[in-house]
Nanobody, 116 residues
């Protein structure tokens, strides 16, 4: 069974930083594209960034460009999201998504509240 487990969320003050991690279990090879999404209460889930299996990043959300960095470690089957210069509009649940053998898998989410 393939599962993704996020960690690293938590309360942070505006201007602060967090690094989210998402570890994948149950695959025999590395995941293909790995992604981060975020969702505010009552809103749709939107893509933040993705990274290919050979490490090329793409930032889908213009508001995070220059502040967030997506990276991965295939040896650990892990994708990271380094978030700097956080502001209150970054307050969301953050989810990772990963593709493997024609299927996509989601993690359970981790909450990131940004407030003074």
């Amino acid at each position: 069974q393939v599962t993704l487990v996020e960690s690293g969320g938590g309360l942070v003050q505006p201007g602060g930083s967090l690094r989210l991690s998402c570890v994948g279990y149950g695959t025999t090879t590395s995941f293909h594209t790995m992604e981060w999404y975020r969702q505010a209460p009552g809103k749709q889930r939107d893509e933040v960034a993705r990274i290919t299996d050979d490490g090329f990043p793409y930032y889908a959300d213009d508001s995070v460009k220059g502040r967030f960095t997506i990276s991965r470690d295939n040896g650990k089957n892990t994708v990271y999201l380094q978030m700097d210069s956080l502001n209150t509009e970054d307050t969301h649940f953050y989810y990772c998504k990963a593709a493997w053998r024609s299927f996509s898998y989601w993690g359970q989410g981790t909450q990131v509240p940004v407030r003074p």
